[in-house]
């Protein structure tokens, strides 16, 4: 397993990741994604350790807590060998006070001692803010998470999900007063979802900010079961799912599974190990989580990761997914004598 820098810190994290959303099940929503319990987990994260995958990613959201409870007892007596990482921001469904949401210090420090108690340890490795609090000052946000870290109650924060403003006006905040900055950036990002690259990543690559990918596979459009011509299988997440996320054109989605179908037929792997395998070799990705219902499936998406797509077929893949982008970013790409285009990807290893 290749492990990369996150972002400006002296951490290492493996390329892929396991992402525990799929711990659970205990709402709606999550059970689309899967409901895994902790004998299930303790067999999924074992597979995880076999392949050097050390990460685990969580959230107070997910299942209302029972994904934190579930990853907490199914990784005991590994604690020394893994690194855990969770996030905060959003309600709770059964939180209904006014101060129970959001990245104010009395949220911030409420909710990092109740994942701690359910994950059942002494720190977190990666505390994210899981979105922009805008009634919150920036600077009551960092101090306390600064203050967390000085603690020992966690060890690095990154955000997610946050604008390119949300993001530098953090670092600049971080900066003025010395206090722990944000090392990392959970992104959505995908062959069918390319925006982070607008300004997100020239940002993260100037400032030393890493990416760390969620739903890599677009709400499971690049799993290679949706096709030109046929339904959505029957058990498909996107059935329930699809609201929830950016919507994609058919026709756009159409045309990038032709362009993976090509590649894995070049290559012998599958379409949703080229997708991956794509966002291995883009700028600032430090990690990408993959998730899993079952053993199998994850075996696959493990197998993403210890081989490099060539040049040839990583242009390929960018020339299918291209899209305009909005303003102001089509403008800026004309001006390509200080702004050279393409962006540059990572060389294939020999």
């Not at 074992?46 to 990613?57: K, M, P, R, S, T």
């Not at 002494?122 to 946000?141: K, L, N, Q, R």
């Not at 997440?237 to 990038?256: C, F, I, N, S, W």
């Not at 053993?295 to 990583?314: D, K, P, S």
């Amino acid at each position: 397993m290749e492990y990369r820098q996150l972002g400006n810190s002296g951490l290492k994290v493996p390329v892929l990741s396991f992402g525990t959303g799929t711990f659970g099940g205990g709402t709606e929503f999550f059970k689309a994604w899967g409901s895994s319990d902790v004998a299930e987990a303790k067999r999924l994260i074992d597979i995880c350790l076999e392949a050097g995958v050390n990460l685990f990613d969580t959230a107070d959201v997910y299942s209302d807590g029972a994904s934190e409870e579930i990853l907490g007892k199914a990784l005991e007596g590994k604690r020394n060998d893994v690194l855990i990482s969770t996030k905060t921001t959003f309600r709770m469904s059964k939180a209904k006070g006014p101060n129970e949401v959001g990245s104010s210090r009395f949220h911030i420090i409420q909710a990092c001692e109740a994942s701690l108690k359910r994950l059942g340890v002494e720190h977190i490795d990666i505390y994210h803010m899981h979105g922009f609090d805008a009634a919150t000052p920036v600077e009551e946000t960092l101090k306390a998470l600064d203050n967390l870290v000085t603690s020992g109650k966690v060890r690095y924060i990154a955000c997610s999900n946050f604008s390119g403003w949300h993001l530098m006006k953090s670092l600049s905040v971080s900066e003025r007063y010395g206090w722990s900055r944000y090392v990392g950036h959970q992104v959505y990002y995908s062959l069918v979802g390319r925006e982070y690259e607008w300004e997100l990543m020239p940002l993260g690559l100037k400032e030393g900010v890493a990416a760390l990918v969620w739903s890599p596979l677009a709400w499971a459009r690049l799993t290679g079961k949706i096709r030109r011509g046929a339904p959505v299988p029957k058990d498909s997440r996107l059935h329930k799912t699809a609201d929830y996320g950016p919507q994609v054109a058919d026709e756009y989605l159409y045309k990038v599974v032709d362009a993976l179908d090509a590649v894995a037929k070049e290559t012998g792997k599958t379409v949703p190990q080229i997708a991956l395998n794509w966002l291995l070799q883009r700028p600032t990705v430090a990690n990408v989580i993959v998730g899993a219902r079952n053993e199998e499936q994850l075996r696959q998406n493990l197998a993403a990761e210890g081989w490099n797509l060539t040049t040839e077929q990583v242009a390929k893949l960018d020339a299918a997914s291209d899209v305009t982008p909005i303003y102001p970013y089509w403008h800026q790409q004309q001006f390509t004598e200080r702004n050279p285009l393409p962006i540059p990807v990572v060389a294939p290893k020999s």
